[in-house]
Nanobody, 123 residues
Framework: QVHLVESEGGSVQAGESLRLSCTNSGRPLPPYGMGWFRQKPGEGREFVAGIDRDGGRTLYEDSLGGRFIISRDNSKNILYLQMYTLKPEDTAVYFC????????????????WGQGTQVTVSS
């Protein structure tokens, strides 16, 4: 069984950076994409970024303005989300996701989810 686990998030000030990671401690994933979603307080879960199996293709939510970078290290079985210039509106629970090629083509979610990690950005 796939078991995605996000790293601990954190509380930062606006303008600071933070990197999230996600590991799969379960059985190896099929060669699908992986990605990140987030859920802001009182809102639904939204796509943030997706990446293909080899890291050559990425997709980002348009409003991020290039502040986030998704990457993966397949040798370590880790997915990353590097977040720069964080804003209070980035405050959310961030979820690791995997299981479909749509993650890096349309931003649709796969069937595997992590438990989520809280990121709080203060102004």
């Amino acid at each position: 069984q796939v078991h995605l686990v996000e790293s601990e998030g954190g509380s930062v000030q606006a303008g600071e950076s933070l990197r999230l990671s996600c590991t799969n401690s379960g059985r190896p994933l099929p060669p699908y994409g992986m990605g990140w979603f987030r859920q802001k307080p009182g809102e639904g879960r939204e796509f943030v970024a997706g990446i293909d199996r080899d890291g050559g293709r990425t997709l980002y939510e348009d409003s991020l303005g290039g502040r986030f970078i998704i990457s993966r290290d397949n040798s370590k079985n880790i997915l990353y989300l590097q977040m720069y210039t964080l804003k209070p509106e980035d405050t959310a629970v961030y979820f690791c996701n995997a299981g479909t090629t749509l993650l890096f083509t349309t931003g649709a979610a796969g069937g595997y989810w992590g438990q989520g990690t809280q990121v709080t950005v203060s102004s």
